[in-house]
């Protein structure tokens, strides 16, 4: 059995503890809060609630640390720091970003001797995948990257940060011209803003405040500020009202010419009830490639560009051979 632990527990912490229920080969040994244990309510009978502050005492009993963090601020410092002790996983979207925190991560699991698996999800993750087989497959062409609508984990956290928020909800919404207009094989030339808007939801403290939460959503680097963004400010009965769900999904396309002419479109696309629950799924089928690779003996900073489909597969080879191919 391939022993799991997830730190956190908020939604993509309980979308890993789903997942694990549906994967014979592992078991959840124990999840790490930076809560009182003694508040939290897991839904995985045997499996421990340890205080974020005691997690080395597990370092000998847990296989794959699962981190189910933000991007924002936790995972920049926390996978450079567990990956000290453990082999870890993430989900950390922040593209821009990407490569440094890879670098970072990187450096510390060299040093250390363990995997650490970074941005790993639907996108980045399945997504990225799929743009790089799409690139291999037609060199000449573009591609195009659509999400939503959707609520985005991400984006409705970082949201969640800024002083006087109490909770928010953002919505990515692709623009259906945009999206028509790739889909028809006209390779337009998209900006950011001219791809997707978004839409938030926000509950907060003081009315007073309203305008400069809103000023700071829009203006948030990364995350805001290339996008035609609006902002609602709304009661916390109506945010669970109308806005409990967690959907998501979207599309990769490319369009490209093999000759002169010769016009061909691919496209991968997700639909999802749970963007969570899909993520923390993505993340517990990685979780036993990092597995395998830290029992061949592999150390450092891992993507999905560096995984064999075959690793993240429960059956053989064989089966995959008469069954997949």
């Given at each position: 059995?391939?022993?799991?632990?997830?730190?956190?527990?908020?939604?993509?912490?309980?979308?890993?503890?789903?997942?694990?229920?549906?994967?014979?080969?592992?078991?959840?040994?124990?999840?790490?809060?930076?809560?009182?244990?003694?508040?939290?309510?897991?839904?995985?009978?045997?499996?421990?609630?340890?205080?974020?502050?005691?997690?080395?005492?597990?370092?000998?009993?847990?296989?794959?640390?699962?981190?189910?963090?933000?991007?924002?601020?936790?995972?920049?410092?926390?996978?450079?720091?567990?990956?000290?002790?453990?082999?870890?996983?993430?989900?950390?979207?922040?593209?821009?970003?990407?490569?440094?925190?890879?670098?970072?991560?990187?450096?510390?699991?060299?040093?250390?001797?363990?995997?650490?698996?970074?941005?790993?999800?639907?996108?980045?993750?399945?997504?990225?995948?799929?743009?790089?087989?799409?690139?291999?497959?037609?060199?000449?062409?573009?591609?195009?990257?659509?999400?939503?609508?959707?609520?985005?984990?991400?984006?409705?956290?970082?949201?969640?940060?800024?002083?006087?928020?109490?909770?928010?909800?953002?919505?990515?919404?692709?623009?259906?011209?945009?999206?028509?207009?790739?889909?028809?094989?006209?390779?337009?030339?998209?900006?950011?803003?001219?791809?997707?808007?978004?839409?938030?939801?926000?509950?907060?403290e003081d009315p007073k405040e309203y305008e400069?939460?809103?000023?700071?959503?829009?203006?948030?680097?990364?995350?805001?500020?290339?996008?035609?963004?609006?902002?609602?400010?709304?009661?916390?009965?109506?945010?669970?009202?109308?806005?409990?769900?967690?959907?998501?999904?979207?599309?990769?396309?490319?369009?490209?010419?093999?000759?002169?002419?010769?016009?061909?479109?691919?496209?991968?696309?997700?639909?999802?009830?749970?963007?969570?629950?899909?993520?923390?799924?993505?993340?517990?089928?990685?979780?036993?490639?990092?597995?395998?690779?830290?029992?061949?003996?592999?150390?450092?900073?891992?993507?999905?560009?560096?995984?064999?489909?075959?690793?993240?597969?429960?059956?053989?080879?064989?089966?995959?051979?008469?069954?997949?191919?």
């Amino acid at each position: 059995m391939i022993r799991i632990g997830i730190y956190g527990y908020g939604n993509l912490g309980k979308g890993a503890e789903a997942a694990i229920k549906k994967n014979s080969d592992m078991e959840l040994v124990a999840v790490f809060t930076r809560r009182n244990p003694k508040d939290l309510v897991i839904a995985t009978e045997g499996a421990e609630v340890v205080a974020s502050s005691d997690i080395l005492k597990y370092k000998d009993k847990i296989d794959v640390l699962v981190l189910a963090g933000g991007s924002a601020t936790d995972l920049p410092k926390m996978t450079p720091m567990l990956v000290e002790n453990f082999n870890v996983i993430d989900s950390f979207d922040t593209h821009a970003n990407i490569p440094a925190h890879f670098k970072n991560v990187n450096e510390a699991a060299l040093k250390s001797g363990h995997v650490g698996f970074i941005s790993c999800g639907w996108d980045p993750g399945m997504f990225s995948l799929n743009r790089a087989i799409m690139n291999a497959i037609l060199p000449d062409g573009k591609d195009y990257t659509f999400w939503g609508k959707g609520v985005s984990q991400g984006h409705s956290d970082a949201i969640r940060r800024i002083e006087g928020v109490i909770d928010a909800r953002q919505y990515t919404i692709p623009v259906e011209e945009a999206l028509e207009a790739v889909r028809s094989g006209k390779n337009p030339v998209l900006t950011t803003r001219e791809k997707h808007k978004r839409e938030c939801f926000v509950v907060a403290e003081d009315p007073k405040e309203y305008e400069r939460i809103e000023r700071e959503i829009k203006e948030m680097p990364n995350y805001f500020s290339d996008y035609d963004t609006t902002v609602h400010f709304i009661s916390q009965e109506e945010l669970k009202k109308n806005h409990n769900g967690i959907p998501h999904g979207g599309f990769v396309i490319r369009s490209g010419e093999t000759s002169n002419g010769v016009n061909h479109v691919i496209e991968y696309s997700l639909k999802l009830d749970s963007n969570p629950e899909f993520t923390g799924s993505v993340l517990i089928a990685y979780a036993r490639a990092v597995y395998r690779m830290a029992k061949r003996g592999e150390v450092g900073a891992k993507t999905v560009f560096d995984v064999a489909p075959k690793d993240i597969q429960t059956v053989s080879y064989e089966d995959l051979l008469a069954h997949t191919l």
